[in-house]
C-alpha cells in the first residue's frame, strides 16, 4: 500500500521539465533587476552625496552659487532612473509558470542579468565620477569662474557612462528566447 501510494505522490508532483526553460530561470531575470536597480541607485547616492558635500562646502564660501552649482547632484540622481528603467523592463518581461510548466528561458534570464548587471555597474561607475569631479568642480569654480565649462563637460562624459549601460541594458532587455 505504501508503495503504491509514494508512487501516486511522485506521478502528481511530476513538473515537465526543459532544458532550456528550467525552473531556476526566472531567478536570473529578477536578479537582473534587482542588480540594475541596487547598482545604480547606488551610484547615484553615492554621487549625491559627494557632490552634495562640495556643494555645501563652496555655499559657505559664495551662497549665490549653490543654485548654480546643482547640476552634479542632479545629473547623478539621474542614474538612479536608468536603473528604475531597466529593473521595471525585466520586471515585467519575467513570467510565472503555467500547469508546472516554466514559461521563461535561460536564455532570457541570462540576457536580463546581463542587461541588470551592464545597466547597475555602468550607473555605479558614473555615479562615481559624478561624484568625484562634482565635489572638486564646484570648490574649484567657485574659486575660479572660467572652470565651470570644464566641469559641465566633464560631468556629461561621467553621465554618457551610464547612459551608455543604459542602452545596452535596453538592447539585451529586447532579446528573447521562447519556451515551447
Do not use: W
Not at 554618457?160 to 521562447?178: D, M, N, Q, R
Amino acid at each position: 500500500f505504501l508503495v503504491n501510494a509514494e508512487e501516486a505522490c511522485a506521478d502528481s508532483e511530476r513538473v515537465m521539465y526543459n532544458e532550456l526553460c528550467p525552473p531556476t530561470a526566472p531567478f536570473f531575470g529578477f536578479m537582473g533587476a534587482a542588480v540594475a536597480l541596487i547598482f545604480a541607485n547606488l551610484g547615484a547616492a553615492y554621487g549625491t552625496a559627494k557632490s552634495g558635500v562640495g556643494v555645501s562646502s563652496m555655499g559657505v564660501m559664495k551662497p549665490d552659487l549653490v543654485m548654480k552649482s546643482i547640476i552634479p547632484v542632479v545629473m547623478a540622481g539621474v542614474l538612479g532612473i536608468y536603473g528604475l528603467i531597466i529593473a521595471v523592463i525585466i520586471g515585467n518581461k519575467v513570467e510565472p509558470p503555467k500547469d508546472g510548466k516554466t514559461m521563461y528561458s535561460s536564455f532570457a534570464g541570462f540576457g536580463h542579468l546581463a542587461a541588470g548587471l551592464a545597466c547597475g555597474l555602468s550607473g555605479l561607475a558614473a555615479g562615481i565620477a559624478i561624484g568625484i569631479v562634482g565635489d572638486a568642480g564646484v570648490r574649484a569654480s567657485a574659486q575660479q569662474a572660467k572652470l565651470y565649462v570644464g566641469m559641465v563637460l566633464i560631468l556629461i562624459f561621467a553621465e554618457a557612462l551610464g547612459l551608455y549601460g543604459l542602452i545596452v541594458g535596453l538592447i539585451l532587455t529586447s532579446k528573447e528566447g521562447k519556451c515551447e
